[in-house]
């Protein structure tokens, strides 16, 4: 299954009618994207369910809503012009670290890593890899690793962290206030029959890291490396 051109045109049309009057006339169309957007949804679940344990997990589960929360933002624009899932052991509300697709007219990714971490978890993340940055390293540099998705992205602190000297071996790691990973997908990549099976592939290789950071988060199971 793939997500059909279409859906570009209409997401594009979407951001410049950004409203709900244009929204609401234009409802069956949403319609028909969102669903054809969920079949995709529902097959991706079923095939990362061969190394992710899925159980009981649905596309309500995996699907972000296309409404914007503007209570806070500047911005007051009432939809969001991409679709959007993710997915996680227990669907996107788990609080665990997932698998997020994001598809946007050239801008499609499938990502996933250290986003919005509380102060606790970037803690946990530094002792990890102060105590042992050979593990985390052994996976981001892996050469199939970053053959599919490059160098790591997100914000670092200008300095050494409180704790920790400048002069630590590690201290670009531990700089990290952010450490996620996406790789990108053309529109017709997208829009191509094997899609789900190219998304498949990347999240099979962004497993090793998102167990890791689970495994320092949550005391999951210390993850095996298989690249």
């Not at 994207?33 to 079923?46: H, M, P, Q, R, S």
């Not at 609080?95 to 250290?114: A, Q, T």
């Not at 530094?126 to 970053?146: C, G, M, T, W």
């Not at 789900?196 to 320092?216: G, I, M, S």
Request: aromatic fraction near 14%; include cysteine.
């Amino acid at each position: 299954m793939s997500v059909p051109s279409s859906t570009f045109h209409y997401l594009n049309q979407l951001k410049e009618n950004n409203t709900r009057e244009w929204f609401h006339a234009n409802k069956k169309t949403y319609d028909d994207v969102k669903a054809n957007f969920e079949v995709t949804i529902k097959e991706l679940i079923g095939s990362i369910a061969a190394f992710e344990d899925m159980t009981g997990v649905e596309v309500k589960n995996c699907n972000y809503r296309i409404a914007r929360d503007v209570r806070f933002s500047k911005d007051k624009a009432p939809y969001k012009t991409w679709l959007s899932a993710s997915f996680s052991a227990g669907g996107r509300k788990s609080g665990r670290m997932d698998y997020y697709l994001h598809i946007e007219d050239g801008k499609s990714f499938l990502g996933g890593g250290m986003y919005s971490p509380t102060p606790e978890q970037l803690a946990k993340l530094r002792q990890e890899i102060d105590y042992n940055a050979q593990e985390l390293k052994s996976i981001i540099y892996h050469p199939e690793f970053v053959k599919m998705f490059g160098e790591a992205e997100g914000e670092s602190v200008k300095s050494a962290p409180k704790g920790y000297s400048k002069e630590h071996p590690e201290i670009d790691l531990l700089r990290r206030k952010q450490l996620f990973f996406w790789h990108q997908f053309s529109n017709e990549e997208v829009s191509a029959d094997n899609f789900v099976q190219k998304v498949t592939e990347a999240c099979f290789t962004l497993k090793p890291f998102l167990d890791f950071l689970n495994y320092v988060f949550f005391d999951d199971q210390e993850p095996e490396i298989k690249l």
